[in-house]
């Protein structure tokens, strides 16, 4: 299984980026996809993930109504929209699988840099 995360950049606080995770290997209906994020000093924390059979996503309050994560089956693509940016969104985020919805994230991509100035 591998996992390729892209789209990062620096932007402006208010700003927009669009990440996204190709994956090879999986995902299959059962699983689950996330995005973790890890500022400097600071531990990995989870942002947001979705049911790839059904499409459901769930997200932390820090990001909720802001970033949205969506998937292409087809593609078996993730996608992590972030709208109205903020310098606290600076971070290393990162995409991962949960096989079979099993609470366990074994396998991680290299991350992509996410820098938001104020």
Same mark, same amino acid.
């Given at each position: 299984?591998?996992?390729?995360?892209? $789209? $990062?950049?620096?932007?402006?606080?208010?700003?927009?980026?669009?990440?996204?995770?190709?994956?090879?290997?999986?995902?299959?209906?059962?699983?689950?996809?996330?995005?973790?994020?890890?500022?400097?000093?600071?531990e990995r924390e989870f942002?947001?993930?979705?049911?790839?059979?059904?499409?459901?996503t769930y997200y932390s309050?820090?990001?909720?109504?802001?970033?949205?994560?969506?998937?292409?089956?087809?593609?078996?693509?993730?996608?992590?929209?972030?709208?109205?940016?903020?310098?606290?969104?600076?971070?290393?985020?990162?995409?991962?699988?949960?096989?079979?919805n099993g609470g366990r994230?074994?396998?991680?991509?290299?991350?992509?840099?996410?820098?938001?100035?104020?």
């Amino acid at each position: 299984v591998q996992l390729q995360a892209s $789209g $990062g950049g620096m932007v402006q606080a208010g700003g927009s980026l669009r990440l996204s995770c190709t994956i090879s290997g999986r995902p299959y209906s059962s699983d689950v996809v996330a995005w973790f994020r890890q500022a400097p000093g600071k531990e990995r924390e989870f942002v947001a993930r979705i049911r790839w059979g059904s499409g459901v996503t769930y997200y932390s309050d820090s990001v909720k109504g802001r970033f949205t994560m969506s998937r292409d089956k087809g593609e078996t693509t993730s996608y992590l929209q972030m709208s109205s940016l903020k310098p606290e969104d600076t971070a290393v985020y990162y995409c991962t699988i949960d096989p079979n919805n099993g609470g366990r994230y074994p396998y991680w991509g290299q991350g992509t840099q996410v820098t938001v100035s104020s």
